[in-house]
């Protein structure tokens, strides 16, 4: 079990700038600044977390909360299906709490210094939670057809002939 204590119906998790927010309803839903979701296996706050967790690892100004909160459903909806999932999760997250705690005294979510939940990020790299969260992201993340345009991606070229005479070469953005 975690430190973490449950939030009344007007309390706030700040996240990141300050400017956003998380509240978690009694009824469990996650609600941030442009979505609201209701996770099915895991807690609020490890929800919660893991959608912040998911802004540390893969950072985008442009894009708002509700594509990472999409990406981390992926992840609840796993840990619905299987009970190691759920056990990996709840666990990754209490034990990346205790490290922002020891660190900040204060849990990860609360931490307002992108740099230093960043840190605690970079400190648990190699284990098993931090990977599956990391690589669900990239799926969960880069595979939402509504982002691509602003990625920059136009999406798959087979249909149209292929990339190498539609301007492959083309990424100004880079």
Partial sequence: MTSLTRPTRRGFLKVGSGLLAMTITPAGTVVGRAWAQMPRSTKPETFATLVQMSRDC????????????????????AARASEDELNLLEEGVAALDKSAHDA????????????????????????????????NLVVGLYNQKELWPIFGYEGASADKGGYIDRGFDDIAWL
């Fill in 104 to 135: 900040h005294g204060a849990n990860y979510v609360a931490i307002e210094n992108e740099a230093d939940r960043v840190a605690l990020l970079e400190a648990i790299a190699d284990e098993p939670f931090m990977q599956k969260v990391r690589s």
């Fill in 58 to 77: 893969y950072p985008h100004d442009q894009l708002e909360d509700r594509y990472y909160a999409k990406a981390v459903d992926i992840l609840d909806e």
